[in-house]
């Protein structure tokens, strides 16, 4: 059957390099799709991923989600038959103790322009 066989996908991280391509079965998750891109980070490339959720993966203009598979996430418009998928990634930037969730912050974001 058609449907079940391997994904052929690559990485492009904001570098421009990439990370792949490999072949991923069909029911791949995001989440370990996340998980392999985080064990296969370049170590040369400053501020890198901590943890998955510091992580998005984006398929054409899509952002997907960990819980979706890799055949739920495809979008198989303009693909070309067993050629070779680019997702892109977003890492989060690092958040400061100032910055995490639930902190009050409005004090801290002020605005330091001047205008002459």
């Given amino acids: 059957m058609a449907g079940n066989e391997s994904i052929e ?3 492009r991280l904001s570098d421009g390099s990439d990370i792949g391509p490999n072949k991923y079965d069909p029911s ?3 989440l370990s799709l996340k998980e ?3 064990s296969r980070w370049p170590q040369d490339l400053g501020m890198g991923p901590r943890t998955v959720s510091d ?3 984006i398929n054409a203009g899509r952002i997907l989600e ?3 598979t890799l055949a739920e996430s495809r979008v198989p ?3 070309v038959p067993g050629g070779v998928i680019t997702m892109h990634v977003v890492v989060r930037p690092p958040q400061s103790d100032n910055e995490k ?3 009050d912050t409005s004090k801290h974001s002020r ?3 001047i205008i002459l």
């Fill in 28 to 30: 791949t998750t995001v």
């Fill in 77 to 79: 418009v303009g693909e």
């Fill in 55 to 57: 992580l998005k993966l």
């Fill in 9 to 11: 996908v690559k990485f």
């Fill in 101 to 103: 969730p639930g902190k």
């Fill in 66 to 68: 960990n819980n979706r």
């Fill in 36 to 38: 392999t891109i985080l």
């Fill in 111 to 113: 605005c330091s322009c």
